[in-house]
């Protein structure tokens, strides 16, 4: 996510443009099945006391995502769109695995071809969008916020709910019994999706449809650049579109694609379990994730965009090894002296009252 935010070119923007943000959606899906029983859902009391938890959270991080968004952090924040996916989860929690599979599936394919035909009627004046409290302010405003958060924002809730949906359905596993199917699965499924793509492009005829759509005049290399990212959706004026797999194009190509790169590190990393001491600094961070990513926006708010554009342009690296080392530094110390990160507590603090009022 640091190097998504600070690196704008080169071979690690393009490894992880569009596949952090995934990775992060996926192991919230994780996090929320671990919330409601794990492998075995809770029943009954329990189950209503963790969609009491999830609910109070959605609305947090919903909260703070506006928050973030109102005081132009230089990204494109996605808590807000974290909270409706977190709210959407709760009537699935009692869901298992192959259900919750069968879901994600269902919507990796369906939402984005569901989404290109729904947007055809939605005239977009702003491309990436995130939402802040002055949607609320208008009739307008608020439109712009129900279809921005479901449709046209930087992260669409319809093509971003199958990353949650495959995170629940890996937290319903018992994880440590199938990481090394994990890492086989999330490169079957990165191969189904990005070379999928390729396939339909480059074999199929995609990319010369795509440079007939192109302005008369434009150099064909432009096409690369139109292929390399988006900024939540695809245009709405050919269904070519939907064959690419670019990052933060929502198309079913970079959903299943982008899906398997987190399923695989996933498995990868609980093969470090044995490394639990040497991976300390990277464990904390992981651990206070949500405190680290608004931690990491503030700072970038804090230097300016002019100020970190240039810092970049003369040393392109330098910002993220600074966010990674800080980062790394501050919740390995915090965590081991305090525990829990302040964010994290103050969400433990707001759900787990209501939740055990709930559960009893």
Known sequence: MFAAHTIPVGWLHDLVSGRAAALFAVLAGVSIALMSGGATPFAGARRGGSRMRIAIRAVLLFLL???????????MVILAFYGVLFLLSV???????????????????????????????IEMDEMGYHPTFAEFTSVAGLWKLCHGLLLTGAYPVLTWLPFLLAGMALGRLELRAVRGRLIAIGIGLGVLGYGGSWLALNVFGGREHLLSLMPPGM??????????????????????????????????????GASGVAIAVIGLCLFGERL?????????????????????????KAVGSDRLGQVISEHLYLPWLVLVAAAMLI?????RILGRGPLEWALHRASAWPARLVSR
């Open 65 to 75: 995502g506006l928050a973030l968004s109102t005081l132009h952090a230089p990204a």
């Open 91 to 121: 009537p699935l929690l009692r869901l298992r695995t192959q259900a919750l599979a069968m879901l994600a599936a269902a919507f990796a394919v369906g939402g984005p071809l569901l989404s290109f035909v729904l947007r055809q009627g």
């Open 219 to 256: 150099p064909p290399q432009m096409i690369d650049m139109v292929l390399s990212s988006a900024l939540g959706t695809v245009p709405t004026h050919d269904p070519v579109f939907l064959l690419t797999a670019s990052a933060h194009s929502g198309t079913p190509f970079e959903i299943v």
């Open 276 to 300: 639990r001491g040497v991976l300390v600094p990277i464990s904390s961070v992981g651990a206070l994730a949500l405190t680290a990513y608004v931690g990491h926006l503030l700072a970038l």
């Open 331 to 335: 919740t390995t110390t915090w965590r």
